[in-house]
């Protein structure tokens, strides 16, 4: 996908990564061999239909353009790339932590310990030409060997348990003890006094253990939508988790479609689309069948919602995450299970505030009745009767198998193209009567503004606003009416930026300018 909040290189073209992979040592624990680590390539992807305004990562919002020069710092990696959705990826890198000591260590750090984004370049405003004050990649790492080591020791001597850092256990009580103890007596060494003051070494520690245990890609996912301002339609996905692809709406559309295999043993298909058209048209061939999706979820966009897809391993018979579940499209037990687990947060419809807030989580039952059938009802699994359908059938298997929507599209173009010539010649039609009264008002409106106001102030007189390619459209003929009408004051922009500036509560946008809508 192309960028929309720049100019168009290649550079801004979707997908983004801020920084190119680099190795990292990642633990993770099986049930046969427990706790063991392995060196891998680290990189997180995104792609982002919307706009991303800020980000909150202390007390206070900081604006898109700012957030790009401390990322820069801390991550110690310069994106090329200018617009806001890099940004996106930049902080995403940061909060996903999960099974890796260094990037926990670097977030217990920054978001932790540091207080404000201009700690990072030494009290100095934030620029391209601000001086870098963090600690370096170098350092974070002698760090992370203390934790690497102590983590070790604590596996190692409590046997092995899958969540040893869980909330509240002895075990957490102990890597926190050591891990302190360790940092303080070796301090000089790894360079931690001329960061940490000693007193915040255990929250430091603290910080860390929990990020290494809990950021996976929805959890960071979640935290990244919970403090950002903008729009969302994102994807997210990381070569650390590489199973999973994480799903977010907040201000723009997603949907997930699901379809099941032909066989027993043949995996099913999960696809998504910031456009619920596109997955209607979605077909493979498969064998001596065609298969199309059967099913669709709409995230919610108005309040937001994060949604985990997980494959689990073909050779192996795996049990869903903790709060997640498998999709099953049929009600023979056995049969038709998609392969595809679930796991979802909705952020729900009251803001309160971060220490108060509680996830509400996607269930089986809520999931099967929000799903959209694109299959008749004949074909439809007597299990879920969900009142959400496609009217008439009309995406029904058959149907969709051998029909090109694109090119029955192309043909409908000039019946619908004489229907608007047509309604344009009916005098008493709403587009004629609609555009008379827009004239009337293009002609009155710069007349009926006090004579002090005669220079453009910060009024708006016309607003035109549309989503990418019509936004293009509104800007030009913005540029035309004003030069017909020199005192009109007209103003094109973005749908996104328009409805987060005028929807009060979930996902509002604050105005930091001074035009008024």
Known sequence: RFGTSSAPAVIETHPHQWTP???RRVWSWDATNGWSWKIVDCTLTITHNGDFDAWRPYRDMVDVGVLGHWLD?????RSPAHGDSSKIAGVLELLACQSVWFHSVRLAFHLHIACHVEQASSWAPLGSSAPSSVPNDATLQVWASVFEEQFATLVSESGNPQRPLAEDTPTLAAFVHATVHALQSRGSSHGLEKWIDVGRIPIFV?????????????AATTAFLRRAEGTFGLTVASTLYPRQVVIAARGQPMSVGFCKGTMEDCPSLAVWSSERAALDAVV?????KTLAISARLDL?????EVVELSAPHLAAQETPAIDGFRVALTDKVGQGCS???VRGIHFGSSQLPEEKWVPTLLSEAIFRDRLTWLITEEKRPAAYTS??????????LECRSGSDIVAMDLE???RLLNEIDLCWEDARSLNVSSAEHFAELLLTTPMRRPSKMVQRGHEIDLLVFGVESSLWLAQQFCADLVRLFPDLHAVAMSANVVLGLLQRGPGEVADRKSTRL
């Open 387 to 396: 009142k959400n359908e496609v009217k008439g059938g009309s995406c029904s």
């Open 412 to 414: 409908e173009i000039p």
């Open 284 to 288: 493979r061939s498969g064998g001596a």
């Open 206 to 218: 603290r910080k860390a253990a929990e990020a290494f245990r809990d950021n996976d890609l929805l």
């Open 21 to 23: 992979a680099q190795t």
């Open 339 to 341: 392969g595809v687990s």
């Open 73 to 77: 710092r801390i991550l110690c990696v």
């Open 300 to 304: 919610d966009d108005q309040f937001g």
